[in-house]
C-alpha cells in the first residue's frame, strides 16, 4: 500500500488506518454502535495487517478502555509492523458521561493505563482527544514533550482542536497532526484547519469519514440496533436521504467530493483522510 509521511515525523503510514471505534462499543457506552463480536473485530485488525495497513488509531473513551484491549490482543506478536495512536483526556465523569482532563499527573496516569490495556511499552503517536477548557495548553503540551523525551510516546498529535490552540502548542513543541472531523458531508476543515496545517507541515488525519457509515455501501438504518446512536444521526433521518434508494444514502454529491475536495485537501497533507473498520463503517470520534 501506498504511504505517506505524517507531518514532520518519521512515520510513513499508509492512506487508509484501521479505525476502533465501535469494537469498544457496549450498551452501557452512550455511542453505542449495536453489538460487537470480539473475535471478529480481532480478527478484522489482523487481516488489515496482513494486507499491509500499517496503522491503527484509537483511544481510552472508545468503550472506556475495550477498544484498547481488543487492540492490544489483535497486534500482540505483530506490534512491530503497526503503528499504535491513542488519544488521551476524556475521562469518564462518574454520571455516565464524559470530561476533558489533560493536567500533567492526569495524562501521565491515563498514559500508563492504555500501554498496560495495548501490551506496549511505547505509543507511536499520542493525541489529546478534545481541548481541556480548565487547563492552559502549553501546561498539558509541555507535559507531552516530557513523555517523549522519556520514550513512552513517539510524537504528539491533537485532535478537535481550533487553529488558535494548535498554534499555542507550537510554541511549546512540534505538533505532528491534527485529527478532525472530514467527509463529503461535513467539509469545514476544508477552510478552517487544512491551508493551516499545510502550511505547517502539519499532518491531517480524518475521523468519521464515512459519517458514522452512512456512506457505507452497505448501510441500512432499518437494521441497526434499536440501542445505536447512528438511529440519531442527523444524515441517517429519512428527510436527508435518497427515497429512490432502498438502503437510503444521502443525495449529497459524494462522488464530485472525493473527485475534487478529498484528494486535494486531506491527501495533500501528508496523512490519511480513510478510516477501516471491523464492521465496514469507521470509528467514531
Not at 477498544?67 to 476524556?90: L, S, W, Y
Not at 480524518?206 to 440501542?227: H, M, Q, R, T
Not at 444521502?250 to 490519511?272: E, F, I, K, M
Amino acid at each position: 500500500m501506498e504511504k505517506r509521511r505524517l507531518g514532520k515525523s518519521n512515520l510513513r503510514i499508509t492512506k487508509v488506518e484501521i479505525g476502533t471505534a465501535p469494537i469498544g462499543s457496549t450498551p452501557e457506552w452512550k455511542v453505542y454502535w449495536g453489538p460487537q463480536d470480539e473475535k471478529v473485530a480481532i480478527k478484522a485488525i489482523q487481516t488489515a495487517i496482513d494486507i499491509g495497513v500499517n496503522w491503527i488509531d484509537t483511544a481510552p473513551f472508545y468503550g472506556w478502555g475495550r477498544a484498547e484491549q481488543i487492540a492490544g490482543k489483535a497486534i500482540r506478536g505483530q506490534r512491530d509492523e503497526v503503528h499504535v495512536f491513542t488519544k488521551c483526556g476524556t475521562i469518564p465523569d462518574g454520571t455516565g458521561g464524559w470530561v476533558e482532563d489533560l493536567k500533567p499527573e492526569s495524562m501521565r496516569k491515563q498514559l500508563e493505563e492504555s500501554l498496560q490495556r495495548l501490551g506496549t511499552d511505547r505509543v507511536d503517536l499520542y493525541q489529546f482527544h478534545d481541548p481541556d477548557p480548565r487547563t492552559p495548553i502549553e501546561e498539558s503540551w509541555r507535559e507531552m514533550q516530557h513523555l517523549i523525551d522519556e520514550g513512552k510516546v513517539r510524537y504528539g498529535g491533537l485532535s478537535n482542536h481550533s487553529r488558535k490552540l494548535i498554534a499555542r502548542a507550537l510554541k511549546v513543541g512540534t505538533v505532528v497532526s491534527s485529527q478532525n472531523q472530514y467527509n463529503p458531508l461535513q467539509r469545514r476543515a476544508e477552510s478552517e484547519l487544512f491551508p493551516f496545517c499545510l502550511e505547517r507541515e502539519i499532518g491531517v488525519l480524518g475521523w468519521v469519514s464515512l459519517s458514522e457509515g452512512v456512506l457505507a455501501d452497505n448501510f441500512d438504518i432499518n437494521k441497526l440496533d434499536p440501542g445505536d446512536f447512528r438511529r440519531r444521526q442527523m444524515y441517517a433521518q429519512q428527510e436527508n436521504r435518497d427515497p429512490e434508494d432502498p438502503a437510503g444514502f444521502p443525495t449529497d454529491r459524494q462522488q464530485s467530493w472525493w473527485d475534487n475536495g478529498s484528494r486535494r485537501h486531506c491527501l495533500g497533507t501528508n496523512a490519511s483522510c480513510t478510516h477501516w473498520s471491523d464492521n465496514r463503517s469507521e470509528k467514531r470520534k
